[in-house]
C-alpha cells in the first residue's frame, strides 16, 4: 500500500489541476526604481490578495523605451498591460498596438477627473503629475527658473533625462514661452536655451535617478516629475527641495493601457477596475504623492498638498495642446538630437 501511495497522490493532484479553475498572470509594464516599489505595494498587491490573480510587474525607464518593447512584440504580445505617459500612448493608439477600453463596464470607471478620460475610449488616467525643478539646499543662491540651471556655477551640477523623456519637451515649451516664442510657430528659443543648460549637465543617464543624484548631493541641481522628487524629498537623510520653475509647468497624465492582442485581457480589465478605485488610487497617492485621477479617491491630507490637486498648484500649470503636442514630438526630438545632446 505504501508504493502506492505516490501514485494516488499524483492522480488527485492531475484531477485538482484539471477541474479547479486557472487564473492567469497580468502582465504589466511600466516604470522603474520607486514607481514599481510602491505600485506594488499600494496596488498590485492589494489587487493580488483581493483576486488571487498573480501580477507580473517588468520595470523600465522611460515611456518611449515602454512603446519601442510593445512595437517590438506586434505580432505576439506577451504584455497584457503598460503604465506610460499620454501622450506616448496617443502614438500606441494611433498605430493599432493598444486596444479600445470600455469604462461604462468597469465599475470604477466612471468617476473620474475628465483629463483622465484624455484617450477618448483607450486607456484611462491612473495618475497626474507635473514637471518640476531640483536643488540641493547647500546652494547659497538655488536656481528658482529653468533657465538658472544655465549658470555657470552649475558647471557640471546637473541631472536630468533628454527628450524624448517628456519633461524635457514640455519644458522646451515653457522655455520657448518665456523667451516670448510660440511653439505652434517654433520651440528654436527653448532648444538654444537647452544648449546652453546642456553645457552644465554631468549626465543625460542618470542612474538610478536624477532625484537620488540630487537628494544626495552627487549634484546640486536637476529637472524632473514632482511625485518622484516629493517622494526622494521628505526623507529626514535627504538635502533636496522641490519647486515649481518660475517659468512654470504643465499637467501630466499617465495612463494605464491594454495591449492589442493581450493573452489575459479578461484578467487584465479587471486591474484597470481595482488600479481606478478610490482605495488603490489614495494607497499610490499617500505614498508617492501622485494626484489620484478618481473623485473619490481620499488620500491623507498631506499627501494632497505636494499634488497637482490643490488649486494653489494648479494655477501655476500652463495650457499644453496635447494634440498639437503629439504631432510635433517627433521633429522637436530631432532637434534635440542636433542641437542640444551634442552641446553637451
Known amino acids: ?35 514599481a516599489d510602491n505600485y ?22 522611460l515611456s518611449a523605451q515602454n512603446l519601442g518593447r510593445i512595437r517590438a512584440e506586434k505580432n505576439n504580445p506577451t504584455l497584457d498591460l503598460s503604465i506610460m505617459d499620454a501622450m506616448v500612448s496617443r502614438a500606441g493608439n494611433t498605430e493599432g ?43 547659497a543662491n538655488p536656481p528658482k527658473a529653468l533657465a538658472d540651471l544655465a549658470k555657470p556655477e552649475l558647471k557640471g551640477q546637473v541631472a536630468m533625462w533628454p527628450a524624448p523623456e517628456i519633461a524635457a519637451l514640455m519644458n522646451t515649451i515653457l522655455l520657448t514661452r518665456a523667451a516670448g516664442g510660440d ?13 546652453e543648460i546642456a553645457k552644465n549637465v554631468q549626465t543625460w543617464a542618470p542612474a538610478p535617478d536624477a ?79 501622485y494626484s489620484p485621477t478618481n473623485k473619490d479617491a481620499k488620500p491623507s491630507q498631506d499627501a494632497l498638498s505636494k499634488t497637482a490637486s490643490t488649486p494653489e498648484i494648479r494655477e501655476k500649470l500652463k495650457p499644453l495642446d496635447w494634440a498639437f503636442f503629439v504631432s510635433k514630438r517627433e521633429s522637436w526630438l530631432q532637434e534635440w538630437r542636433r542641437k542640444v545632446i551634442t552641446a553637451n
Open 97 to 139: 498596438i493598444f486596444d479600445q477600453v470600455d469604462l461604462t463596464k468597469l465599475s470604477n470607471g466612471q468617476n473620474l477627473f475628465d483629463e483622465a478620460y484624455i484617450n477618448k475610449g483607450f486607456g484611462p488616467g491612473i495618475t497626474f503629475d507635473y514637471p518640476v525643478l531640483m536643488y540641493s539646499n547647500s546652494l
Open 183 to 195: 511653439e505652434k510657430k517654433s520651440v528654436d528659443q527653448g532648444v538654444e536655451k537647452f544648449a
Open 211 to 289: 532625484y537620488e543624484l540630487v537628494s544626495n548631493g552627487t549634484v546640486k541641481a536637476g529637472a524632473g516629475w514632482n511625485a518622484r522628487a516629493q517622494f526622494f524629498a521628505k526623507d529626514p537623510k535627504s538635502n533636496m527641495s522641490v519647486v515649481i520653475p518660475t517659468e512654470g509647468s504643465m499637467f501630466q497624465i499617465n495612463t494605464l493601457n491594454l495591449v492589442k492582442g493581450a493573452p489575459n485581457k479578461e484578467e487584465a480589465l479587471k486591474f484597470i477596475d481595482y488600479a481606478l478605485s478610490p482605495e488603490a488610487q489614495a494607497a499610490f497617492a499617500n505614498l508617492m504623492f
Open 1 to 35: 500500500m505504501a508504493f502506492a501511495l505516490p501514485k494516488y497522490l499524483a492522480a488527485i493532484a492531475a484531477v485538482l489541476s484539471v477541474s479547479s479553475p486557472c487564473l492567469a498572470d497580468v502582465n504589466i509594464i511600466g516604470y522603474q526604481s520607486v514607481f
Open 40 to 61: 506594488r505595494k499600494a496596488v498590485i498587491e492589494p489587487f493580488e490578495k483581493k483576486t488571487g490573480i498573480k501580477v507580473i510587474y517588468n520595470e523600465i525607464n
